[in-house]
Each structure stands twice: as structure tokens, then as C-alpha cells.
């Protein structure tokens, strides 16, 4: 008997207008969003190439550690394709010196920084936004249309069991969705697999796998509702209106409210760097002006950074960096370390608020499947936390490195061998004989063969300077950070499940009582 | 007749469920909306008053020597507006200002973190634009289908009513049932907002509210001109719905949404942070090289090598400077054609009026600019006014060894202060937005009726 409730159930919902207008809408829209998500990942793929080829040719060409900044490029994951997360909107670059540590990503979409002020539409968006419509449109009149048309009476006076009755109805429902959601996901993935230069392994299909049932959870819950509210109310016109309220609140006003708030209460708690960083810098900028002051300088004839690259040089100005450079990357290390520990302590303030937040998200079902979707596809705010975390320790071995390098001796800023050859000797104390003349040394032979003067410089070899490598989470490692909130989606489910059996075993089949 | 149509209609929309909903979530949102907003605002109040007070302690540093004004840097960002709640249209999302020094005006690439929490923000508009409209089409998708289905359309049909009449009343009724809780709501919020004390309530700023309201009319008869016109070419109410949630859903959510997307064409493309960093230098040291053969060397004061060295000094500046502005200039642009490309949706033209209308997001930062680059002719002003006054100075701008080393007074320094835009211009810009919703309500206008006067009662 109840597999013909599911397939009258069945037939009813997929000949239906609704049905099949919505199913358009979400076809239509999935394949064009995953089309274009999907040439965004492959420039961003280029982008991320070629930003690795060109880091690589920049630290060939490097002759002082001075020179040195290390770029280091967030891979873009595909799995952004079908949930783009944050991903999208944080950048994929940052470049790191021992000045500071870095706490955010630059350059990608956010390359123009007024593009902040749009968002993006990704295939876990249709699910919210068009299948969720889809699971109303389907319950809301699940129980109250079939009293009005006076079938549920007759249903009910065979020998039908009213949870074979209920049970039959949803999972016919269910059925109805999973077979477009199902076209969805297919079509989703065919763009990306026949898509060139997009290449995709095991670690693409799983989450992809994992997010379809996500999905069906989901979408179960928001249909178990509308049989919930259309056991509860007397017409199915009350039942859609209820219902609609249900979507409009649960998908666009809930999570809003709840995440500016949480937004609004970290800008007001977290204020340690806004109010500290500026006195910490001016501490930093006080020390290198004393450090620059300590140490006894000449000013003479050459004082330009560039100068040193061609060696041509006073020897008080190398003496005067020899003792000033070491002294002042100190402070901007020491530094450095001092504002992270302030950006730290305000994070930590902001993290404490965002997981509340993320606790209170999960008990709305959009929002919890929003954000379970991000944490499989690795698109999270967790993620990027993870990174940088990683991104932390590799700034620490990248000094260490440098301190063993003893970089900021007179190789900071003095390339090649650190004795001059006879030429270079000539031409400085040439340029020195001409400056002490007074006027004149710009005409001075010695000025002219010093500009022209161009030596092949030894590069740096920086084979040996540690790589970053951003070690993703691992599989049950994911499956237990998205843990949490699918099982409060099954609680939900199965709670509402429940209170539309009782409330279905006590409902009156009768028309206008 | 008219008006027996109108009062039916009217006492059918308001003791129905729908109403009901609509004015509790409604007027629930507005009390909560408030309490959101002054949470934010006061935290960007201090953020801003800790940054006005650093950008003073550097003028003030810098005041012991007139010449170290040039080199002073000053981190000028928008002032948190009272009426962006009206509209915050992503305004803590954009960059939030532009650094500041006497010879160089760049943007500010601080960030905030917290801006990829949400999208939407808790401010009128989002009101307007998602739960109003919304209720726009549930109380208007079966307004003729219904009727229909009821059979009440062939009674009133044949009394001697015109058809157009019966079609205007709907209209009007909806508007009015729609409006009224907005009205409600628009006066809690002002009460609310006016006890948090975030602002105190002004004649200008009452007509801003006002303004706001009345394209939000325009905005909600749009929604239900979209219902009805549904509801007049669909065979049932359950069809006309389905298909009013879909043409909701394309044209609030989803289109302005996903122009974003566009953004990623080459024509939009522009360097990073660091490149144009890059762009600038290169720039700068080719008005160098195009000078290489000529003396330039600075041998004092009174010679000639030297104001050469000066003059070559400020091309370059400028040609540093133009590479920002152009930078910047293409990365307005290109946000501005996606918006011009947003303005199929109506949901996006009552962002844009909003947003226009209460001076934030990106028109206030182009205003921001605007400012900022008056404040740099008058700083630069006051600095040759008090350079004048040094006799020991060479008077050549802007060299730092040849200018005046003399202590200045730290009050008579100009200090950025943002000016309100003024509200005709704020008017205009809006009106532009608010014109284009005008003429898309004038088209579905037209349509329902011309469906209207074709409709088969039967």
C-alpha cells in the first residue's frame, strides 16, 4: 500500500507546473553558475601558475637579502566550483617578509577591492534558494489540499495506517527532489569534468559525494517542515503562507540578524589592535630613529640605496650600514611578533564569537547547510584560519633561516663578495678624490665612469630557503569538524518527523468542522 | 464605484492572514534591525575617533618642523553615517578610505577582517527589499486567478464596473496593505533610533526617511504589478505563484548576484596592490631617465641644477600619482559597469537609490575623494602661505632641504574634516535609480491592464 502512496505521490508532484518550472529554474541556473564558477577556478589556476613561475625566476635574480619577500600562493580548490565559500573573496597571495606576519590574503578577486560589495551564486546556493522553494511548494499541501479535495477521507477509510499515510508522502516527496537534485549535481560536475585545464582526483569527488547527501538532508528537513504545517493548519492556503514566512525567515533574516550581530559584537570587542597598533609602530619607529642615531654616520657622496647594488660606495656609508641594518631588522622582527601577539588576542576575541555564532547557525536548517557545505568543501573560514596558522610557523622557520643565514649582516644590503675588486677600489676612491674637490663632481670623470659603471653580481642562492606547504585536513578530519552540525540536521529531521506523526494521527480528515 | 471596489478590496487584504504576518515580521524587524545597527555604529564611532586622534598626533609631530608636514601621513576614512541605516550598502566591505600625504593620494589598504562573515546587511533597504516585496507577491499572486476561481470575477462583471477600475483598486489595495506596516515600522525604528540616541531626529533627515519610503513604493507596486500581471496569465493561482516565487527569486536574489561573476573578464582586470606599487615606481623613475643627460644635481638653493632637480622632482610625483588615480579610476569603473549591469533588477536600483540617497557605500567614497583631493590644494596652500613667511626658506616646492624648517602652530594646521554631501546632489544621483524603477512600473502598468482588459472571466 505505501508504495503506491509514493508512487501517486510521486507522479502527482513531477507533472505538476511547479515542478517543472522550478526544475528549469534550477537546471538553468546550475549550469550556468557552475560554467562560469568553473573558467573563474581556471584563472585562478593560471593565476596561481603562473604566480609560482614568477616567484621562482624572482628568487633567482636575488643579490641581497635585503631584496627577499617570499610569496606564498593559497591553491584554489575546485571543490570552490560547486561551494565558493570565502574562497573567492579573500585573495590567494601573500607576501612575506620577516616586517611582519601576515593575517591576510591579497591579490585574485579581490585584486579590485570594491568587488567586496558583490557576492557570488554557487551550486549549494540553488539548493537554498530554488530547492527549498521547490520542498515548500511540494508539502505545503500535503494533508490540507488532499481534505480539501476530500480524497484524505477515503484514503483514510481503507485499511491505510496514517503513518504508512505520512510516511508514504514524504518519501514520495523526497523522491521528487532528489531526482532533479540528482540532474543538478550530475550536471554540476560534467561542466567541471569536460572542462579544459580543470583537472579533478579523488579528493574532488568524495566531498562532492558527501555533499549530495548533505543536500538530501537538508532538503528532507525543510520537506518534513512542510508536512509538519500542513498537518497543523486547516486550509493549505494558511499552510503555504506559514511556510513562505518559514523560508523567508530561516533563509535570508535569521542568519543575517544572527551573523551581523555576532559581526557587530566582534568590531566592538575585539578593539585591542585598533587602539594599539599605531602606539606600537610609533615604539618601532622611535627605536629605529634612535638606532639610526646611534650609530656615528659621515654623510658623504653616495647614499642611495640603489648605489649599493653597483658596489660603488664610500666605505663610511658601508660602515654606517654594517653597524644600522642589523640593529633595525632587529626592532621590525621584534616588532613584527608584537602586533601579531596584539592581531592575535583580538582574533582569538573574534573566534570565540564566531563559534556561538556558528553553534546558533546550525540549529537553522539554510544556515547549517551553508556552512556544513563550506566545512566539506574546505571553503571555510576554519580553512583560511588553518592557513594562516600553518602560514604562522613557516614565518618562524623562514627567520630562523635567515638568522642562520646571517642575513642581515653586510649581506642585507651589499651584493657578491664582500671585498672590492681593484676597479671598484679606483673608481671609489676616485669619486672620494672628486668630492673633496667640492663642486664639480658631477662633471667629474670619476662621476661618469661611476654611473657607468655595471658588474656582474652574484646572485643569492636560496636553494635551501624552506618552501611553505599548506597541509589540507584530512578526511576524517574534515568529517569530524562537519560532525556537529549533521547530526543536529538528523536530529532535526527526525524531530519533526515525529511531531508530524503525532500531529497527523490527530488530525480530522473531515471537511468544515 | 471606485471607491466600493477600493473599500472591499482594502478590509479583504488587511483582516487577512497574510497582512498579519507581514506586519508582525515586519514591525518584529524593525525593532530588532535598530539595536543591530546602533551595536555597529557606536564600534565604528570609536574606530573612527581612535583614527581622527592618531592623524592629529602625526600633524602634530610633524608641527615642530614646517617641512615634515610633507611627509606627514594621514589615514583619512568615512565617517560612519547615522543614515546608513537607510542603507549600508556594503559599505565596511569597500576599502575605507585613502591615505593621505601632502604630495600623494592613495588607497588605504587596511582591512577589516571580520567583513566575510555576511553579505546582506540589517538596514532598511534589505527590509524593503526582501521581505516587503516578497509579501508584495503573496498578497497579489492569486488576486484575479482567485476571484476567478471563486467565480466572484463574473458578479462583479456583471454589474457595470469597468474593468480598469476593478484592476486599480487591487493595485492601490495591495500598495496601501504592503505600505502600512512599513509606515508602522519606518515610525518605530525613528522612535528607537531617536532613544538610542544615534541621532536626533532633524527636518533633513525625516525627508531622507521620507524619500526612502517613497521609492520603496515604487519598489513594492513593482512586486505587485509583477503579481498581478501573473495571477491575470496564469490558468490558476497555484501556477501564478509559482511562477511569482521564481520571478521573485531571479530578480532579488539570484541577477544582482551574479554580475560578480562578470567580474572576472579581462576588461575588468587590474593589477594587485603590490604591482601598481610597482606601476607607480617605474613611472616615476622614467620622468627621471627622460631628464638623464641634464644637471640636475642639488648644489644649494639659487642654482639653476637645483630648481631643475625640484621641477623634475614634482613631474615625477605626478606621474606617480596619476598611475594611482588611474588605478583606482578603473577599479570604480569596472564596479560601476556591473552595477549598470545589476540595474535589470529592481531589487539592485532600490540598493543604489538607497544607498545614493543616504550617502554611503560607493558613492560616499567617491564623495570621500572628491574631499580629499580639495583638502590637498588647501594643505598645499597653507603650506606655501607659511613657507612664505620664512625668509630663510628657498621656497622651492616641494624639496625637502630647500623648504621652510620652522616650527608651525599645530591648531592653524587644515585638518581633514568630511563634509556632508549635500542633499540636492544626493538627491540627483538617486533620482537617476529611482526613474529607471519608475519606468519598469510604468511597463508592467501597461501590461496588466492591456492582459486585464483581454481576460476571460470564465
Known amino acids: 500500500m505505501i508504495r503506491t502512496i509514493i508512487r501517486r505521490e510521486f507522479i502527482d508532484n513531477i507533472l505538476s507546473f511547479k515542478f517543472m518550472a522550478c526544475v528549469l529554474v534550477a537546471l538553468v541556473l546550475t549550469l550556468i553558475c557552475t560554467l562560469i564558477l568553473t573558467s573563474d577556478y581556471r584563472d585562478r589556476l593560471e593565476d596561481y601558475n603562473k604566480g609560482l613561475a614568477v616567484e621562482k625566476e624572482k628568487l633567482a635574480e636575488i643579490y641581497v637579502y635585503s631584496q627577499l619577500e617570499v610569496g606564498v600562493f593559497k591553491k584554489p580548490s575546485p571543490l570552490s566550483i560547486l561551494v565558493s565559500g570565502i574562497e573567492n573573496r579573500t585573495g590567494n597571495y601573500v607576501s612575506l617578509t620577516h616586517r611582519e606576519i601576515p593575517t591576510s590574503l591579497r591579490g585574485g578577486f579581490i585584486k579590485n577591492e570594491f568587488s567586496r560589495a558583490f557576492s557570488f551564486f554557487d551550486l549549494a546556493s540553488v539548493a537554498v534558494v530554488v530547492f527549498s522553494i521547490l520542498a515548500i511548494l511540494l508539502s505545503y499541501n500535503n494533508v490540507s489540499e488532499e481534505k480539501e479535495d476530500g480524497v484524505l477521507s477515503l484514503i483514510l477509510s481503507n485499511s491505510v495506517a496514517r503513518y504508512k499515510f505520512l510516511l508514504g508522502k514524504y518519501i514520495g516527496g523526497l523522491i521528487s527532489i532528489v531526482v532533479p537534485l540528482t540532474i543538478c549535481f550530475i550536471v554540476g560536475i560534467l561542466v567541471v569534468l569536460f572542462s579544459r585545464g580543470v583537472e579533478v582526483g579523488p579528493d574532488f ?49 535569521l542568519p543575517l540578524t544572527v551573523r551581523n550581530y555576532s559581526e557587530r559584537m566582534a568590531i566592538k570587542k575585539a578593539k585591542n589592535y585598533e587602539n594599539n597598533v599605531n602606539e606600537l609602530v610609533r615604539e618601532r619607529d622611535k627605536k629605529i630613529a634612535e638606532a639610526w642615531n646611534q650609530v656615528p654616520v659621515k654623510k658623504t657622496w653616495a647614499m642611495k640605496s640603489l648605489d649599493f647594488f653597483r658596489r660603488i660606495n664610500p666605505r663610511e656609508t658601508v660602515e654606517f650600514y654594517k653597524v644600522y641594518f642589523p640593529l633595525r631588522e632587529k626592532i621590525r622582527e621584534e616588532h613584527a611578533l608584537k602586533i601579531y601577539d596584539l592581531k592575535r588576542k ?9 563559534r556561538f555564532k556558528d553553534i546558533f547557525l546550525a540549529f537553522i536548517p539554510p544556515s547549517n547547510f551553508e556552512e556544513t557545505a563550506e566545512l566539506i568543501a574546505g571553503t571555510s573560514q576554519n580553512n583560511l584560519n588553518l592557513f594562516f596558522q600553518q602560514l604562522n610557523l613557516y614565518w618562524h622557520q623562514y627567520v630562523r633561516y635567515l638568522h642562520e643565514r646571517d642575513a642581515f649582516s653586510l649581506k642585507y644590503f651589499f651584493p657578491g663578495p664582500e671585498e672590492l675588486t681593484l676597479e671598484e677600489r679606483e673608481i671609489i676612491s676616485g669619486m672620494n678624490e672628486a668630492f673633496q674637490k667640492g663642486a664639480g663632481v658631477w662633471k667629474s670623470e670619476a662621476h661618469k665612469r661611476a654611473t657607468n659603471y655595471n658588474p656582474q653580481l652574484s646572485y643569492l642562492n636560496l636553494d635551501d630557503l624552506p ?14 569538524t562537519i560532525s556537529f552540525n549533521t547530526l543536529i540536521l538528523i536530529f532535526y529531521n527526525l524531530l519533526v518527523l515525529m511531531l508530524a506523526h503525532f500531529s497527523f494521527n490527530r488530525y480530522d480528515p473531515r471537511l468544515n468542522v | 464605484m471606485f471607491k466600493e471596489l477600493f473599500k472591499r478590496q482594502i478590509v479583504e487584504d488587511i483582516i487577512s492572514l497574510r497582512f498579519l504576518i507581514n506586519f508582525i515580521l515586519v514591525l518584529a524587524t524593525l525593532i530588532l534591525f535598530p539595536l543591530i545597527f546602533i551595536n555597529r555604529y557606536q564600534g565604528l564611532r570609536e574606530i573612527q575617533a581612535v583614527n581622527i586622534a592618531e592623524n592629529n598626533l602625526r600633524l602634530k609631530e610633524a608641527s615642530d618642523s614646517l617641512v615634515n608636514l610633507l611627509t606627514a601621513e594621514q589615514e583619512l576614512s568615512m565617517r560612519p553615517k547615522a543614515a ?34 555576511s553579505f546582506y546587511s540589517p538596514d532598511l533597504t534589505f527590509v524593503v527589499q526582501f521581505l516587503l516585496s516578497f509579501f508584495a507577491i503573496v498578497l497579489t499572486f492569486n488576486a484575479v486567478s482567485s476571484e476567478k476561481e471563486r467565480g466572484t470575477l463574473r458578479l462583479v462583471f456583471s454589474n457595470p464596473v469597468k474593468r480598469a477600475y476593478l484592476i486599480s483598486t487591487k493595485y492601490l489595495s495591495a500598495l496601501a496593505t504592503v505600505a502600512l506596516p512599513l509606515v508602522f515600522g519606518l515610525v518605530v525604528a525613528l522612535i528607537l533610533l531617536n532613544l538610542l540616541k544615534v541621532f536626533s531626529l532633524s527636518f533633513g533627515l525625516f525627508l531622507d526617511f521620507i524619500i526612502f519610503f517613497l521609492t520603496s513604493l515604487l519598489y513594492i507596486s513593482f512586486f505587485i504589478l509583477l ?26 536574489v539570484i541577477f544582482p548576484k551574479s554580475a560578480s561573476l562578470l567580474l572576472g573578464l579581462k576588461s575588468f582586470d587590474v593589477p594587485t596592490e603590490k604591482q601598481i606599487e610597482e606601476l607607480a615606481e617605474k613611472s616615476e623613475r622614467e620622468v627621471w631617465n627622460r631628464h638623464k643627460g641634464e644637471d640636475w644635481i642639488t648644489r644649494g638653493g639659487q642654482d639653476e641644477s637645483t630648481k631643475l632637480n625640484v621641477r623634475i622632482g614634482n613631474e615625477a610625483q605626478k606621474a606617480r600619482q596619476e598611475v594611482y588615480d588611474f588605478y583606482l579610476r578603473k577599479k570604480i569603473a569596472a564596479v560601476s559597469a556591473l552595477r549598470r549591469i545589476n540595474f535589470i533588477s529592481p531589487s539592485s536600483l532600490l540598493e543604489y537609490s538607497a544607498s545614493s540617497l543616504a550617502g554611503t557605500g560607493l558613492f560616499h567614497f567617491q564623495n570621500l575623494w572628491t574631499q580629499v583631493k580639495q583638502y590637498q590644494n588647501e594643505f598645499i596652500e597653507f603650506f606655501k602661505r607659511e613657507d612664505m613667511k620664512d625668509e630663510n626658506s628657498y621656497h622651492l616646492y616641494f624639496h625637502l632641504d630647500y623648504l621652510s624648517q620652522k616650527p608651525v602652530d599645530f591648531e592653524k594646521i587644515p585638518k581633514f574634516e568630511e563634509k556632508e554631501i549635500n542633499r540636492a546632489q544626493r538627491l540627483k544621483d538617486a533620482i537617476q535609480y529611482a526613474g529607471i524603477l519608475a519606468l519598469y512600473n510604468l511597463f508592467l502598468f501597461s501590461l496588466v491592464f492591456f492582459k486585464f482588459l483581454k481576460y476571460d472571466v470564465r
Not at chain 1, 220 to 227: D, E, F, H, P, Q
Not at chain 1, 467 to 477: A, N, R
Not at chain 2, 91 to 115: T, Y
Not at chain 2, 234 to 246: E, G, I
Open chain 1, 205 to 253: 569527488f568524495i566531498p562532492a559525494i558527501l555533499l549530495y547527501f548533505l543536500s538530501i538532508l537538508y532538503l528532507s528537513s525543510i520537506l518534513l517542515t512542510g508536512i509538519l504545517v500542513s498537518s497543523r493548519t486547516k486550509t493549505s492556503f494558511h499552510s503555504l503562507i506559514f511556510l513562505l514566512a518559514f523560508y523567508l525567515i530561516a533563509v535570508f533574516l
Open chain 2, 227 to 252: 503579481g498581478i500581471s501573473c495571477s491575470a496569465a496564469s490558468h490558476s493561482s497555484k501556477n501564478s505563484l509559482v511562477l511569482c516565487l521564481l520571478f521573485w527569486i531571479l530578480l532579488v
Open chain 1, 467 to 480: 618552501i611553505f606547504q599548506f597541509q589540507k585536513p584530512g578526511f576524517l578530519e574534515r568529517i569530524k
Open chain 2, 84 to 117: 546608513s541605516f537607510i542603507s549600508q550598502a556594503y559599505e565596511d566591505k569597500i576599502p575605507q578610505g585613502l591615505s593621505f600625504r601632502l604630495s600623494e593620494i592613495k588607497l588605504l589598504s587596511k582591512e577589516r577582517e571580520s567583513d566575510v562573515l
Open chain 1, 346 to 354: 583580538d582574533f582569538q576575541v573574534k573566534e570565540k564569537i564566531r
